[in-house]
Nanobody, 126 residues
Framework: QVQLVESGGGLVQAGGSLRLSCAAS????????MGWFRQAPGKEREFVAA????????YYADSVKGRFTISRDNAKNTVYLQMNSLKPEDTALYYC???????????????????WGQGTQVTVSS
């Protein structure tokens, strides 16, 4: 079992930045691919970014490419999402997700992930 705890959300003005963190409970974190997803009110949850176990492979949704950066520190069992140039449409509940993988597989579909955090709210004011 893996427990994931997100932090770093908050209220920020458009154009501002936030860094989300997701701390994982399990020491085998470095065999897990990690993803960030978000869900805005009245909308379905959507993929934001994902990173392979080594950090060498990353994927982004088109809507955040060039503005968001996913990274990880396996020594700290933590994955990060640096969000710059935030827009009001980035307002959502952001979730961290984890999947144990073999090789460098990086899922981008939420149905492929096994463990989820409770989410951290990001609100961007115009």
């Amino acid at each position: 079992q893996v427990q994931l705890v997100e932090s770093g959300g908050g209220l920020v003005q458009a154009g501002g930045s936030l860094r989300l963190s997701c701390a994982a409970s399990r020491r085998t974190f470095n065999s897990h691919s990690m993803g960030w997803f978000r869900q805005a009110p009245g909308k379905e949850r959507e993929f934001v970014a994902a990173i392979g176990w080594s950090g060498g492979r990353t994927y982004y949704a088109d809507s955040v490419k060039g503005r968001f950066t996913i990274s990880r520190d396996n020594a700290k069992n933590t994955v990060y999402l640096q969000m710059n140039s935030l827009k009001p449409e980035d307002t959502a509940l952001y979730y961290c997700a984890s999947k144990q993988v073999y090789g460098d597989y990086v899922p981008t579909n939420e149905n492929q992930y096994d463990y989820w955090g409770q989410g951290t709210q990001v609100t961007v004011s115009s």
